[in-house]
């Protein structure tokens, strides 16, 4: 009777290597990718969370000014004192779509959005990396068990 090859394709130590280098891969690069999200989007300025919190909170009269014709805006400029309002008709076009861009995102936003986010990035890019690298792990596996069968089918053919 010859020997049954279907387990000897496994190597314990290379697998806890893999293991080991898999885990140590994903926490380091997603801490790469977590300082790098910080770098590239720095919180919001005092300035930029007043407004963001103005819009949240008047978000409904806000977002009625943005579609109310010029005429209209400049009727309803004299009614409210609000500096926003004033400042947005003297805005160039490219300003006033990126105004109404932070409106948009800003009717649901709270101060410690950003600190959420930054937090929550690590984990799920972690667990992103993390299970890549165990499908890389299966893979190998599965790989050596079909060359560790070809050799074993080719031998007893010998």
Known sequence: MEPDASEDFR??????????????????????VTVGYGVTHPPDTKEVQKMRLFFNNSGYTVSKFLRMTR???????????????????KSS???????????????????NQYWFSFVFIWPIVFASFWFIGLMAEGAIILVRKDRAKRLASRDASE
């Not at 076009?93 to 709270?110: F, M, N, Q, W």
């Open 11 to 32: 190597d314990e130590k290379k697998e806890k290597l893999y293991r080991k280098v898999s885990i140590w891969a994903a926490f380091v690069l997603s801490t790469i």
């Open 93 to 111: 076009e490219v300003e006033k779509g990126e105004i109404r861009a932070l409106v948009h995102v800003s009717l649901d936003y709270t101060p």
């Open 71 to 89: 005429e209209e805006q400049k009727a309803f400029v004299e009614t409210k004192k609000h500096p926003f309002y004033s400042s947005y008709l």
